[in-house]
């Protein structure tokens, strides 16, 4: 079973600040690794896919790297915003299975005007 | 255009009823998904269906639990006699699926049900 660990739990920045978190897994044994946004009563938000080792994706303020021989992704965002408040969900795709996504529990990130 | 539509966003039921919770996935989409997110927790896999087979179903916690996609699109998530455990967000999620050619599909999620057994 692919265990996926994320942290920190929660976190509480000042507007303009950068900060970042991470998402950990025992094996590389997955097809991909996906990031989600979800804010609160809408629907998880798809950030990034990423595949490969030493994988980078940008989009607009926020972007990702994956790590797989050493079994991390970190996720960046550049100028927290208030509207950048949400919980920040990591996925893998275990290989030989299904389609199906395993979470970890989440970062909930807190944007302070 | 058109997401994940789930029906109905909140449910409140009694202990030992019957619900039913409705997923309209993106037309076209030949995966979709079911996840429960119970407090504190991240989602968690329930079930999936490639068309209207249900090839994996493994998530499910117990027979209660039943799930169909009968002609390929719309799927209805059921859970029989509820229990207090069953309290959760539950998540449906469609893509395009492995038989695109890519095994990086990205998920779509609706908003969710969220579900309070009393």
């Known amino acids: ?113 | 255009g058109a997401g994940v539509s789930q029906s109905p966003r909140y449910k409140v039921a009694k202990r030992g009823q019957d619900v039913a919770l409705r997923c309209d996935p993106i037309s076209g989409h030949v995966s979709l998904f079911w996840y429960q997110q119970a407090l504190g927790q991240g989602p968690e896999f329930l079930t999936y269906f490639q068309n209207e087979a249900q090839l994996d179903k493994s998530g499910l916690p117990s027979d209660r639990f039943f799930a169909e996609r009968p002609e390929g699109s719309v799927s209805t998530l059921k859970i029989q006699r509820t229990q207090q455990e069953d309290s959760a967000v539950y998540l449906c999620a469609s893509s395009l699926g492995f038989l695109a050619g890519l095994s990086a599909e990205t998920q779509y999620f609706g908003p969710g049900t969220r579900l309070l057994v009393l």
Not at chain 1, 14 to 34: I, R
Not at chain 1, 79 to 108: H, I, M, N, W
């Open chain 1, 1 to 113: 079973i692919l265990n996926v660990e994320q942290s920190p739990q929660s976190l509480h920045v000042q507007e303009g600040d950068s900060t970042n978190f991470t998402c950990s897994f025992p094996s590389s044994n997955f097809y991909a690794l996906h990031w989600y946004r979800w804010e609160t009563a809408k629907s998880p938000e798809a950030l990034f896919v990423m595949t490969l080792n030493g994988d980078e994706k940008k989009k607009g303020r926020i972007s990702a790297t994956l790590n797989t021989k050493e079994g991390y992704s970190y996720l960046y965002i550049k100028g927290s915003q208030p509207e950048d408040s949400a919980t920040y969900l990591c996925a893998l795709c275990p290989r030989g299975g299904s389609e199906k996504l395993v979470f970890g529990k989440g970062t909930k990130l807190t944007v302070n005007p």
